[in-house]
């Protein structure tokens, strides 16, 4: 049974990598998850915040926040770049 889903996966993952934009796609996803997992683990690990005053911990979300919200807006820039060089591609 192990087998199947292993087979299965490696099928279904080839087939996305036969296409360009899945293939992009993809390695996309998996930056992200791998991304993740890196924080969470980071996370988990440190000691980090673990001696901050409650304001402390305030002031930490806030920049945590905004860290993201920076992070949401370059990562859709880089998309939009992506698909504007993409169009230019197939136009040529």
Known sequence: MLKIIIFAAVVGIA????????????LEEVKALSDALLLRFLGSTSQFGSELTRDG??????WRERRLRDLRGLALRS????RQSMKQAKEE
Not at 15 to 26: C, N, P
Not at 57 to 62: A, C, H, S, Y
């Open 79 to 82: 998309k939009q770049k992506q």
């Open 57 to 62: 911990l305030d002031e930490q979300k806030m």
């Open 15 to 26: 087939a996305l990598l036969s296409f360009r934009s899945s293939r992009e796609w993809l």
